[in-house]
């Protein structure tokens, strides 16, 4: 499967009504060049402002998922959000004429189909996907609400709500590949119950809706007062409460359609994160407001790899290189054999791995009672590791010797303690000449950076 990133190949327009605002707006999805996101804009508004789908922009959670940047506002974003996090889109323009996209039927359906007849194609750009390395979680201590996200091969969704009412009971839903997004959760509608109902008509609060496309649980008795105002906010000669407890004759669409509504607005919400996810999503009774608070933290804790540039290697993988092939390449032994393994090589880069054990004849005296790798062991690991790829640059590497020429930008950032597992990366900073190497690298553990060298190495040959 590609790993290129995607936008849609034609624009397309879809026309309807805002739910909250019953305002009528024409929504024009179109092509964005790579590495773009996803992103709003109000061509309604003076300078047509964007307003990029991110995290940091929620300001609202109680009625939808609501953005504002410079006071210009997106409302209920993540019905469409959901439909093209599903479709496998990387980049896109969404442009509205109003505040809120179109309800439609309160699903995402209508959205999947028109990103189906505008086309998907790839782009010359790599996707950006975050490995989910260990779990996640986030809980609102008020509601109960909890989510959690999980080491996974793909992106996978678990939703579980509760809502304490007969009528609607506790349901699950699950979607274990996005593929399958447009047969069980796309038609999923959004849902409300009888009491929310009537605070929304009070405030006068969904003006764009009707029993077309809002799911009506009645968790109550119907009065007469409540009933006509029903009749009247929906243009309704006559109301009913079906055997299921749903107002009116609408059908569900499944048994636990509220779940996977709840489902479509999780895979909504996280598209705030702006980053693809590989992992597996457990949501305990998810609401917009956990939904986004936990995509702030997702995404927070993405920024804060980059920064510390951390990169991931699956060490489960079989090494390029193990010890007996590592000890043909240099001319080291134990015990001043520092790299365990080599995971990557190429004619500008290696990527080497040690396991640091108690057994490291070191720690009797570097500390005592507190052992710690002396810090310039860990430059003498990272050297191995560009001599191995110097030494891969010569057809009998067992004839040359290395020796260091200087180090420049020497940082210790965090100890390295037995336990650890250190995986250096070496990139080349000129190229080799003369059999030497200089080149900028780097030491992490435990998802941190924990040193960095600017080296400078030469091979001789042996003498006899």
């Given amino acids: 499967m590609s790993n290129n990133q995607k936008t849609i190949k034609n624009e397309v327009t879809l026309s309807g009504v805002g739910l909250h605002t019953g305002i009528k707006v024409n929504m024009t999805l179109k092509p964005a060049p790579v590495n773009h996101g996803f992103a709003f804009v109000r061509i309604d508004l003076e300078g047509q402002p964007v307003i990029e789908a991110s995290a940091e922009y929620v300001v609202n959670t109680q009625r939808g998922t609501n953005l504002e940047k410079r006071g210009v506002t997106v409302n209920t974003c993540e019905h469409v959000l959901a439909a093209i996090v599903a479709s496998d889109i990387d980049n896109i323009i969404i442009e509205m004429n109003a505040p809120e996209p179109p309800i439609m039927d309160g699903s ?135 055997a299921n407890g749903i107002l009116d004759n609408l059908t569900l669409r499944w048994a636990n359609e509220a779940a996977r509504h709840k489902l479509l607005d999780v895979i909504g919400d996280l598209a705030l994160i702006g980053v693809r996810i590989k992992g597996k999503v457990i949501a305990n009774k998810p609401g917009h407001l956990v939904n986004t608070m936990f995509a702030k933290k997702v995404q927070k804790i993405i920024r804060q790899e980059k920064r510390n540039n951390v990169p991931y290697y699956d060490l489960s993988l079989p090494p390029l290189m193990d010890i007996h092939k590592i000890m043909s390449i240099l001319p080291h032994r134990p015990p001043f054999l520092l790299i365990d393994r080599i995971i990557e090589l190429s004619d500008r880069h290696v990527v080497g791995m040690k396991n640091v054990t108690m057994n490291e004849s070191y720690f009797n005296g570097h500390f005592p009672g507190a052992p710690v790798m002396p810090g310039v062991l860990q430059v003498e690991a990272m050297a191995q590791c560009g001599g191995v790829l110097v030494l891969s640059s010569v057809p009998d590497p067992e004839n040359y010797l290395t020796f260091f020429m200087k180090m420049d930008n020497v940082k210790f950032k965090q100890k390295v303690l037995p336990g650890d597992t250190l995986i250096f990366k070496a990139e080349l900073i000129t190229p080799i000449r003369r059999g030497i190497c200089h080149m900028q690298a780097y030491g992490y553990a435990n998802n941190k950076l924990v040193v960095e060298a600017e080296l400078m190495a030469q091979i001789v040959k042996k003498t006899e």
């Fill in 108 to 242: 995402s359906k209508h959205f999947m189909e028109a990103l189906e007849k505008a086309g998907i194609v790839e782009q010359i750009a790599i996707r950006e996907e975050y490995v989910v390395k260990e779990i996640i979680t986030y809980k609102d201590m008020d509601s109960g609400s909890e989510i959690i996200l999980m080491p996974c091969d793909n992106y996978q969704i678990t939703t579980m709500v509760d809502f304490g009412t007969k009528v609607l009971g506790t349901q699950n839903a699950t979607l274990d590949s996005l593929s399958d997004f447009k047969t069980e959760i796309a038609d999923a509608r959004t849902f409300s119950f009888l009491h929310e109902l009537e605070m929304l008509l009070d405030n006068n609060l969904i003006q764009g809706g009707d029993l077309n496309n809002a799911i009506v649980y009645v968790d109550k008795e119907i009065s007469e007062a409540t009933m006509n105002k029903l009749k009247k906010a929906f243009n309704k000669d006559s109301l009913t409460v079906k």
